[in-house]
């Protein structure tokens, strides 16, 4: 089913908005008439006004309104406990949720731990202590303690993550959540269309939604649009929540928002339940905040609230906001605190007396104290666990489980690179329901009703051809031009279980995506110390030699990627290894990026029959494409080929080239390197990578450090030039490495 046949059978919204919704309409204001012409009319009869129809506030019992201050007010407390730690070295950073506290009580009080899920910001301490988190928990965090249950020791205080109440692990850039989040939900809207995943993901529920809050200044990021952006197209269960406390740092509002009121811009969204609140108000905040979750929860698209709070601290202890901040400012901001102004409705209202709030006060203080000292006392985590869930600990793909080489079947026609991506693609699609694909034109057609009569996109490169008419559009789908949002929402998805196996269409523009790639992709499962992992693949074009393919269509900066930790990188040289390894890609359990070289798409020189539904390469493993022992030659890629020519042209004057592909770019085989420098002694990297800090200089200096003693001549590299790849065919011959270069490079180095 497609998602827009799926979209209109989404229930439309029921009544109207609250009167505090932000609509297209409230907003609106008339255009001023022209004042050319003055024509003076009678005013017409006044029509007798309804009453207004108030909403009514939320009534609560004594028990609520104290468990709401409660909980504020060890929000709080846990705050000033930092400070008082960080002024005595105790712990190393703090940042507060100050002045915040309301709303996200609210918040929490309308979502469900462990049923709903949720991408908290660093503001959000008291979201996360009514959901069940204890001060414990929190300070723990804060020593950098190995039982702390956000991050075991690994990131920063105020940085949320628990896995029984689904709370995503939390990273300090602002806004990478939000793209997550909306993948998150997609993940509740996918499962709904594939039956099949609902009895695969074990943590879906029918009603379940996904939160995700936001301070101010993060509406500024790029990805905060791209996220509404698809949330209200598929109409996804998402509450944003924008806590506006007036700064992002330093810089207030009207700098950081064009009129300064964020709901104003994102008036024009369809699908969007608009609503504002009084968020150091909780009472006002839990109405809004029911009608936000319960509009996500009927099915009706994302939720968009906008709290106004205060920050009564600085943005954290390394910022004074006196020197940028008014105190005229700062006391009117005083006047309306959270804690001060509920504190003093409970008692107008007789909710509690002066001695039984002190008396609160006084047993939450004592708890703070206690969680602190056991806090204090708990052990920091094990130097020699410092490398412990970089990788998944359960699959290893550089195991002889996923080894398959010495029983190799091969059947039929040889076929091209792009045929056994394709035809593994299938084949995995139809062994795991969990696998998507999506990414920018990958689908045949997005518009179904034109599918019969069409041939079909299926990607620029056809590498996906066919896969929506096979799997439908629930599971085969286009995106968005924007890479990060691709990125982004393949995390959420994996997060969930989901297996995203997206395109990046040229490697060129994947950079948008470096920020999700570098500091959420690969890091999930470390910072959360294994609470959370996103196992997805992005395959990437990539390469020149293309006669026309210029500078945005010939990059192959790879070491950019295999210099992350968490991130496997694999680079196949032809279609029988793309096939292989592939296939390991998809069933291992790590991010991974697959590189596929736009030259080595269609050539007859590495074709290959199809090697059987299990055919597998483990990660780490070369291949020796040709024995020799004269000289080593140490590359992947396009260069292979180029290698290969050299060196028979080398043969031809006596001399003996051994070709290592390495294939996996990293991890990388090094038994087989070193195995291969200690016969010949002579060694050559070649890569299609620049010369200066490409990837070849951590393998040549590698060799130079622990081979030394086997070298009788120093260690060569060919690659490119550094510079970019022209348009020009003599030019782009010129900067990127030939045959001839490498031939050079061998009759050079055997002279030696």
Not at 28 to 38: L, M, W
Request: net charge neutral.
């Amino acid at each position: 089913m497609s998602d827009t046949k799926v979209l209109r059978l989404v229930k439309k919204t029921e009544g109207e908005l609250p009167e505090k919704a932000f609509t297209a309409k409230t907003i609106a204001k008339a255009e001023p008439r022209p004042a050319a012409i003055t024509v003076i009319k009678p005013p017409p009869p006044r029509k007798p006004q309804k009453p207004t129809k108030q909403r009514e506030l939320p009534r609560l019992s004594r028990e609520e309104m104290l468990q709401i201050f409660r909980t504020m007010y060890l929000s709080r407390r846990l705050d000033d406990k930092e400070i008082q730690m960080k002024g005595q070295n105790r712990i190393f950073f703090q940042i507060s949720g100050a002045g915040h506290e309301a709303v996200l009580v609210a918040a929490a009080m309308c979502l469900k731990p462990g049923h709903d899920w949720f991408y908290p910001y660093y503001r959000d301490r008291a979201l996360c202590l009514q959901l069940g988190m204890t001060p414990l928990e929190m300070l723990l965090q804060s020593v950098g303690a190995e039982a702390d249950p956000n991050s075991h020791g690994r990131q920063m205080p105020s940085h949320w993550g628990h896995q029984k109440l689904n709370i995503v692990s939390q990273s300090s850039p602002t806004g990478s959540q939000l793209l997550q989040a909306v993948g998150c939900a997609e993940a509740t809207y996918r499962i709904k269309l594939v039956k099949e995943l609902k009895r695969l993901i074990k943590s879906f529920h029918n009603d379940e939604v996904v939160y995700v809050s936001l301070g101010d200044g993060t509406s500024s990021e790029g990805e905060f649009w791209e996220a509404l952006n698809t949330a209200c197209n598929l109409r996804l269960p998402v509450v944003f929540l924008v806590e506006d406390n007036g700064y992002a740092i330093s810089v207030p509002v009207e700098v950081q928002t064009a009129g300064g009121d964020i709901s104003k811009l994102v008036s024009g969204f369809p699908n969007l339940y608009r609503q504002r609140c009084d968020g150091t108000d909780p009472i006002e905040s839990l109405a809004v905040m029911r009608r936000a979750v319960d509009n996500c929860r009927k099915n009706r698209g994302p939720s968009f609230v906008h709290a106004k709070v205060i920050r009564p601290y600085s943005h954290s202890l390394s910022d004074d906001e006196k020197l940028y901040r008014a105190e005229n400012e700062r006391l009117a901001d005083a006047e309306r605190d959270p804690i001060k102004r509920f504190g003093a409705l409970l008692l107008e209202q007789n909710v509690a007396s002066q001695d039984e709030l002190q008396q609160l006060k006084d047993q939450i203080d004592r708890e703070v104290n206690e969680a602190a000292d056991a806090a204090l006392a708990a052990p920091q985590p094990a130097p020699e666990t410092a490398t412990n869930f970089v990788y998944s600990p359960a699959v290893d793909p550089t195991s002889a489980d996923f080894d398959t080489e010495d029983r190799l079947e091969l059947s039929g026609n040889p076929g091209t690179m792009v045929d056994l991506i394709n035809r593994c693609l299938h084949t995995e699609m139809r062994r795991d329901p969990r696998i998507l694909v999506f990414g920018e034109d990958v689908a045949d057609c997005s518009r179904e009703k034109s599918l019969p009569a069409v041939k079909g996109k299926g990607g620029v490169f056809k590498v996906t051809a066919n896969l929506q008419r096979e799997f439908g559009s629930a599971r085969v789908y286009n995106s968005p031009l924007a890479e990060a949002n691709i990125v982004g929402r393949a995390i959420g998805l994996a997060t969930r279980g989901l297996k995203p196996v997206v395109e990046v269409q040229f490697f060129d523009y994947i950079w948008p995506a470096f920020h999700q790639i570098r500091n959420e992709l690969a890091l999930l499962r470390w910072r959360s110390g294994n609470e959370f992992s996103a196992a997805c693949v992005i395959r990437v074009p990539v390469g020149g030699y293309l006669k026309g393919g210029a500078i945005y269509h010939s990059q192959s900066g790879v070491s950019l990627f295999t210099q992350i930790p968490g991130l496997r990188v694999i680079y196949p040289s032809n279609a029988l290894d793309a096939n292989g390894l592939l296939r390991t890609a998809i069933r291992c359990d790590d991010p991974v990026m697959f590189l596929e070289h736009k030259h080595l798409y269609r050539q007859a020189y590495n074709k290959s029959p199809y090697p059987g539904d299990d055919f597998m390469i483990p990660f780490g493993k070369a291949r020796t494409v040709r024995a020799g022992s004269d000289i080593s030659i140490i590359t992947y890629g396009a260069l292979v080929q180029r290698s290969v020519v050299a060196a028979r042209e080398a043969e031809k004057r006596g001399i003996s080239v051994e070709i290592i592909d390495l294939r996996s770019l990293s991890p990388y085989d090094w038994n087989t390197i070193a195995a291969s420098v200690q016969k010949t002694s002579r060694v050559i990297v070649a890569h299609e990578d620049s010369l200066s800090w490409g990837y070849g200089a951590e393998i040549a200096a590698r060799i130079a450090n622990e081979l030394f003693e086997h070298l009788d001549a120093p260690v060569r590299r060919v690659a490119a030039l550094d510079t970019f790849v022209a348009y020009a065919p003599k030019l782009e011959d010129a900067i990127l490495p030939q045959a001839a270069d490498v031939l050079r490079a061998i009759m050079e180095l055997h002279g030696y």
